[in-house]
């Protein structure tokens, strides 16, 4: 399929049978199920100046945390606890964690609670991501967010499709089962660049693809109001799902924050993931991305029990599985088919 054929999908009025194609296709490889990833947000430091992210170097204004090793672990022990079968470790891009400490972390969390372990945790070298699968990482997220290089460039100082695309190259090579995605509604983002942003995407042959709504942050120069783009959203996701029937595709945070089903109209639209927080309390606030990133004042077990709540009664299951893609050949593919 071409970026023409996509814009033209992207252009179709209404997108419920789209929807309904996508989550039959859905179905087909994941049935009703829909993995659980627990995610852990250790540190909200971020050495980067991305434009769209709450988390920006130059947002004096939000206040800095880091959880030491015993709370991270803490954190994907409660995960487990929960019912996820990933622990996701996330968090700005901070040199303050030694790579011995994170690939410490990898393995004990391996070792004791019989998860898959995904990290997303920015841009490095190809020796410290081969370090970190040696330790036992199973995934690596690193998002793209678009590939059109004006607008990457605009949105992401000092940084380049080019050097990005390398990297998700690079984690593939190393055995990762590796995800990346975009954001939809990116200020100057054209239904054209968004169709050649799916279509980029879907030629990577990646395990886990994201696509989730822009939300502007009021601590980021692109904090004016924008309509949100959430159905666009939901009609993304339907897309990549007909475009990479195996992958993992999440039903994203960012949804919910725009509405309060709207992870379960993710699924609807052919997502089979979700990615509760699971960061302490104390600080889950603190991991600003964007508004209505952590919900404030809400008990973690609370949360995530309505989640699953909203989930059933849907009509979906959360698993506890490692959850590997149904993509051929991927790291660990069969191994809770």
């Known amino acids: 399929m071409t970026s023409r054929d996509i814009l033209e999908m992207l252009a179709a009025t209404g997108g419920g049978p789209m929807y309904a194609e996508a989550r039959t296709v859905a179905d087909r490889f994941f049935g009703r199920g829909v993995y659980v990833r627990g995610v852990v947000e250790f540190s909200n430091h971020c050495r980067k100046n991305c434009h769209y992210c709450g988390l920006r170097v130059a947002n004096t204004?939000?206040?800095?945390?880091?959880?030491?090793?015993?709370?991270?672990?803490?954190?994907?022990?409660?995960?487990?606890?929960?019912?996820?079968?990933?622990?996701?470790?996330?968090?700005?891009?901070?040199?303050?964690?030694?790579?011995?400490?994170?690939?410490?972390?990898?393995?004990?969390?391996?070792?004791?609670?019989?998860?898959?372990?995904?990290?997303?945790?920015?841009?490095f070298d190809r020796d410290t991501y081969a370090y970190w699968r040696d330790c036992g990482a199973d995934r690596y997220l690193l998002k793209m967010e678009t590939f059109d290089e004006a607008l990457h460039a605009r949105l992401r100082p000092g940084c380049t499709v080019a050097d990005r695309l390398a990297r998700?190259?690079?984690?593939?090579?190393?055995?990762?089962?590796?995800?990346?995605?975009?954001i939809v509604g990116l200020p100057g983002m054209t239904d054209a660049i968004l169709a050649e942003d799916i279509h980029r995407l879907s030629q990577l042959g990646l395990e886990m693809i994201a696509a989730g709504p822009f939300i502007p942050h009021p601590s980021t120069p692109l904090a004016a109001p924008v309509d949100h783009a959430i159905e666009k959203s939901l009609l993304v996701t339907a897309v990549l799902r007909l475009l990479n029937p195996g992958a993992n595709i999440p039903a994203t945070s960012a949804l919910d924050a725009l509405a309060a089903d709207g992870r379960t109209r993710?699924?609807?639209?052919?997502?089979?993931?979700?990615?509760?927080?699971?960061?302490?309390?104390?600080?889950r606030g603190g991991y600003s991305i964007y508004p209505g990133k952590?919900?404030?004042?809400?008990?973690?077990?609370?949360?995530?029990?309505?989640?699953?709540?909203?989930?059933?009664?849907?009509?979906?299951?959360?698993?506890?599985?490692?959850?590997?893609?149904?993509?051929?050949?991927?790291?660990?593919?069969?191994?809770?088919?």
Do not use: W
């Open 294 to 337: 952590n919900a404030a004042g809400r008990d973690v077990r609370d949360a995530v029990h309505g989640l699953f709540e909203r989930l059933r009664n849907a009509g979906y299951t959360p698993v506890a599985d490692k959850g590997f893609s149904r993509i051929a050949g991927a790291c660990g593919g069969n191994a809770d088919v």
């Open 266 to 283: 993710g699924l609807d639209a052919g997502a089979n993931v979700v990615m509760p927080s699971v960061t302490p309390d104390a600080v």
């Open 61 to 123: 204004g939000l206040e800095r945390f880091r959880l030491e090793p015993e709370g991270i672990l803490a954190a994907a022990a409660l995960a487990r606890e929960l019912g996820a079968g990933t622990v996701v470790l996330q968090s700005g891009e901070d040199l303050r964690y030694d790579r011995r400490v994170i690939g410490d972390l990898v393995r004990r969390i391996r070792d004791t609670l019989d998860v898959a372990v995904t990290l997303s945790l920015g841009d």
């Open 168 to 182: 998700v190259e690079m984690l593939q090579s190393l055995g990762y089962e590796t995800g990346s995605g975009i």
